[in-house]
């Protein structure tokens, strides 16, 4: 065995990967509805070559001998070995059969979340949850390492190194925040005026301005393209091959607008990885939740920054052809901030958004480290959004039933979304020490910002674990505070609330 015969096969089972990845981005864009079948045969063929070869006998070969022989590898070898050994090793603890089973289950639930939906019934589906949340406590043991409880191993696999402990921490600490902020805009705030924001815009005029703004953010479009979806994402296949999606609303602008700005940061992460990561399992981002950290500091850090709206609005007001003249840009910006308690997670705000993680955090963590019955989920859930927002659903559909992750099967996979906040202002408050950020934005030369993230963040890759790459770019490990701090800056600004009235 010699490192250029592994990195072939590596490199193969690559280039199957993208194969895959172009066809899924096909199918969730441009593929005709009667192609599903023919797709889902082409599909499952070149997943199983892939998962043969990534399980096959050079595989097995490699991660045996250079365990042996680690001092035979170059340094950008041992990177991608470590990780295709981590994988090959989670791979294997597992029966093919049953994860075969759990798949079957996987595709039920789906199903029977789709129905549970249209009957706004969480007990239609509750029995296949079930069954999943089974299957997911029998894989649990095979893919604990030194995780203390249960539901530790399930958050590592989307965020490596997190623990319940360090969450349990961070998200109180985020929730008294949030809290006390929300208290103070019901005692004190002054509510902006929003009315504009469901004026029709059209679609042409959304993109015009939206693509400049990508652009001028770091996006390169000679790496990737803007399509039309129905649940928006980013997909890459390589470094210059990294694709945004967005569903347009023309009575509601803002949801395309940061929508583009959201996945442009994911596409930016993955244009700018090192190539010598290229046909590897690194040239990807690092986690979960790094990956988030790149889109919500471009959607909500910058999406959020007075200079850069200011800077912005003129462009917008040339786009959308004088509809918003007789608006000052004062005005638009406070209403794009406006914070509100919803029952609905992807509709949230960024003040309110955080506390709909914590819920689901704190419920997930009932199910697999103490057993919660799902008989008591839709009330718990009710509780939850009553004590924390405020607001009851008045069904399960706007309440258990709105989000897709756990029919298909992945539990511990939210708290990635407040995690990337987190470090999204984490990394807001080092990079202000280095640049000028608030000049950089009202200018017309962006670079310095999306420089200083290439540097610290996305040349990387997955070669670095989160805490390694938030210590290294910050000086520090990950905390609350910034956030807080953050927010509070934000919203007492648009609420017009004096910091000296709150202390
Ligand atoms: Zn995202």
Redesign the pocket.
């Known amino acids: 065995m010699d490192e250029k015969l592994f990195l072939e096969e590596i490199k193969e089972i690559d280039l199957l990967n993208q194969s895959l990845g172009l066809l899924e981005w096909d199918a969730q864009t441009g593929m005709p509805d009667a192609s599903s079948s023919f797709r889902g045969e082409t599909v499952g063929y070149i997943n199983k070559l892939a998962f043969e070869k990534s399980t096959g006998p050079v595989i097995q070969e490699a991660v045996a001998y250079f365990t042996e022989h680690p001092d035979e590898l170059s340094q950008t070898g041992a990177e991608v070995f470590k990780e295709v050994k981590e994988d090959y090793e989670r791979n294997h603890s597992i029966a093919p059969e049953r994860m075969q089973a759990y798949h079957a289950e996987v595709s039920n639930a789906h199903a029977a979340w789709l129905k549970a939906r249209e009957e706004k019934d969480f007990s239609v589906m509750k029995d296949t949850i079930g069954r999943l949340i089974d299957f997911l406590n029998e894989f649990i043991p095979h893919w604990q390492k030194d995780e203390k409880t249960p539901y530790d191993v399930l958050l590592n696999q989307y965020e490596p190194e997190l623990t319940v402990e360090r969450l349990d921490q961070l998200f109180s600490e985020l929730k008294t925040g949030i809290l006390s902020i929300r208290k103070a805009i019901a005692e004190k705030g002054m509510a902006p005026r929003t009315d504009f924001l469901s004026r029709h815009v059209s679609k042409e005029q959304q993109k015009r301005f939206v693509v400049e703004v990508a652009k001028q953010l770091g996006y390169d479009f000679a790496k990737g393209r803007l399509d039309d979806t129905v649940h928006p994402?980013?997909l890459d296949l390589n470094r210059n091959d990294a694709r945004i999606t967005t569903c347009w609303d023309e009575m509601n602008f803002t949801m395309a607008v940061f929508g583009v700005i959201?996945?442009a940061?994911?596409g930016i992460y993955e244009q700018n990885i090192d190539p010598k990561y290229d046909y590897t399992p690194l040239s990807t981002g690092a986690s979960m939740g790094i990956?988030?950290s790149q889109?919500?500091f471009n959607?909500i850090i910058i999406g959020s920054n007075k200079s850069f709206w200011e800077k912005q609005f003129p462009l917008f007001q040339k786009c959308t052809d004088g509809l918003f003249d007789d608006i000052d840009f004062e005005m638009f910006y406070k209403g794009l901030k406006e914070t509100k308690a919803s029952l609905i997670r992807i509709e949230a705000d960024s003040l309110t958004y955080p506390l709909h993680i914590i819920i689901r955090y704190e419920i997930e963590k009932m199910i697999f480290n103490e057993g919660l019955s799902l008989d008591e989920l839709p009330t718990i859930w009710a509780d939850k959004y009553e004590e924390y927002l405020g607001i009851r659903p008045e069904n399960d559909l706007e309440g258990i039933l709105q989000d897709v992750h756990w029919s298909g099967g992945s539990f511990g996979y939210f708290p990635s979304?407040a995690m990337?906040y987190m470090y999204a202002a984490q990394l807001n408050h080092a990079l202000r020490k280095e640049v000028a950020v608030d000049e950089v934005l009202l200018s017309e030369d962006y670079s310095p910002i999306y420089h200083w993230m290439t540097e610290k963040i996305h040349r990387f890759g997955a070669s670095k674990k989160p805490n390694e790459l938030i210590l290294a770019a910050t000086g520090e490990e990950l905390k609350s505070t910034y956030l807080v701090e953050y927010m509070k800056s934000v919203y007492f600004d648009v609420y017009r609330i004096s910091e000296q009235s709150q202390s």
């Open positions: 994402f980013m959201h996945e940061g994911h990956h988030e889109s919500l959607e979304y990337g």
